[in-house]
Antibody, heavy 118, light 107 residues
Framework: EVQLLQSGGNLVQPGGSLRLSCAGSGFTFSGYAMSWVRQAPGKGLEWVST????????YYRDSVKGRFTISRDNSKNILYLQVNSLRVEDTALYYC???????????WGQGTLVTVSS | EIVLTQSPATLSLSPGERATLSCRAS??????LAWYQQKPGQAPSLLIY???NRATGIPARFSGSGSGTDFTLIISSLEPEDFAVYYC?????????FGPGTKVEIK
């Protein structure tokens, strides 16, 4: 069974940092691009970042460039999102998602909550 | 950035009725559009990709159509489990963007 198991969310003060993790199982992890998508409380979905299967291609939305870093360890089947200089507006449930061959998100993690508040 | 607009914001229907959801893009995305379903407390799930292809395991009552800037998701006969929020998403350009969602609620 294909699974993505997330961890790492927490309550953090503005300016703080966290590392979010997403462990994949049941598929050849390195063969799939992966993304992070977030959802602020009661709001819609917002794409955050994407990384290629080999890790050599990364993409970010403008509002997180320079603050967030997506990476992956294919030997451990884990996707990461390092989030630094957090802002109140980064408060959201962060999902990791696997890309199917045509690029759409065909498998999602359960989400991990990042709350930025003083 | 490509802006996706969904209408209506809320659709109030009864089980067995037909649901028609619309997604409009601010510029052409060709057929690079998908639909996701999200139920309360759950992650989204892929329904339709490349505008008209059903994802694995999605029942035939779900159908997608459109290209360019105008897209439609039709649920031919609503089942109780179909009451949820539906999002469209484009992957024609970076950044990837989602529409604001259409909530299909029980009338």
């Amino acid at each position: 069974e294909v699974q993505l198991l997330q961890s790492g969310g927490n309550l953090v003060q503005p300016g703080g940092s966290l590392r979010l993790s997403c462990a994949g199982s049941g598929f050849t992890f390195s063969g799939y691009a992966m993304s992070w998508v977030r959802q602020a409380p009661g709001k819609g979905l917002e794409w955050v970042s994407t990384i290629s299967g080999g890790g050599d291609g990364t993409y970010y939305r403008d509002s997180v460039k320079g603050r967030f870093t997506i990476s992956r360890d294919n030997s451990k089947n884990i996707l990461y999102l390092q989030v630094n200089s957090l802002r109140v507006e980064d408060t959201a449930l962060y999902y990791c998602a696997r890309h199917q061959s045509s690029g759409w998100y065909d498998c999602w993690g359960q989400g991990t909550l990042v709350t930025v508040s003083s | 950035e490509i802006v996706l607009t969904q209408s209506p914001a809320t659709l109030s229907l009864s089980p067995g009725e037909r649901a028609t959801l619309s997604c409009r893009a601010s510029q052409s995305v060709s057929s690079s559009l998908a639909w996701y379903q999200q139920k309360p407390g759950q992650a989204p799930s892929l329904l339709i990709y490349d505008a008209s292809n059903r994802a694995t395991g999605i029942p035939a009552r779900f159908s997608g159509s459109g290209s360019g800037t105008d897209f439609t998701l039709i649920i031919s006969s609503l089942e109780p489990e179909d009451f949820a929020v539906y999002y469209c998403q484009q992957r024609s350009n970076w950044p990837r963007t989602f529409g604001p969602g259409t909530k299909v609620e029980i009338k």
